[in-house]
């Protein structure tokens, strides 16, 4: 009975363990130690930057405000990626990201961006900003009119275990999420990083 006992307890303490491991929030210092000498040497915005980890689940908060200075995520919410089904099947661009910078490819591209100008869009609140590719992972942002905006498709919470809708390769947020950007990119007197990774 002993031996039944002990086992009970540690079987509940494993599960229990793997769960929150599951859940573990991601290490990203190494990113943001990158991304904050990036923004000194290009004298982009020190205060902070825009990190999207799309290797995080579509449903879930993958869309980062990290701040240099307190070396905190002061926000956090939904982004969409690409369906990148152009060029071939993609059955589970649900589940995983694909990345191709080809024009109509309809894919997210990773890599580091400067966020342009301010413009209209048709969709969510009219609001965009332009985003500038800085590496041959993201060449083709201006071509490919890939910038970020908002979508009343993107709720402004977590919806896991289901997905946001696709885009065509956009960081597209919610409207709310977007008023929040669009306060602090038009205060800053320097470029924003925003950052894709996987």
């Not at 201006?142 to 993107?154: C, F, G, P, Q």
Request: net charge positive.
């Amino acid at each position: 009975m002993k031996h039944f006992l002990l086992l009970t307890i540690l079987s509940f303490l494993c599960c229990n363990n793997a769960e929150r491991n599951i859940d573990a929030p991601k290490d990203y210092s190494k990113i943001h130690a990158e991304a904050l000498a990036f923004c000194q040497k290009e004298n982009f915005n020190e205060e902070y930057y825009f990190l999207v980890d799309l290797s995080v689940h579509s449903g879930k908060n993958r869309f980062f405000i990290y701040d240099f200075v307190t070396k905190k995520v002061l926000d956090k919410n939904l982004v969409t990626h690409g369906s990148c089904d152009q060029f071939e099947e993609n059955p589970e661009k649900w589940e995983k990201v694909k990345f191709d910078h080809r024009v109509d490819s309809h894919c997210s591209m990773k890599g580091k961006y400067k966020i342009g100008n301010r413009d209209y869009s048709s969709w969510g609140i009219n609001v965009k900003y332009w985003l500038h590719g800085l590496e041959t992972s993201n060449k083709n942002a201006e071509k490919r009119v890939v910038v970020l905006h908002s979508w009343n498709a993107v709720k402004n919470k977590e919806v896991f275990p289901k997905y946001s809708p696709l885009s065509w390769g956009c960081p597209a947020v919610s409207n709310e999420f977007m008023e929040k950007l669009d306060i602090r990119l038009k205060q800053s007197k320097k470029p924003v990083l925003l950052w894709i990774v996987e």
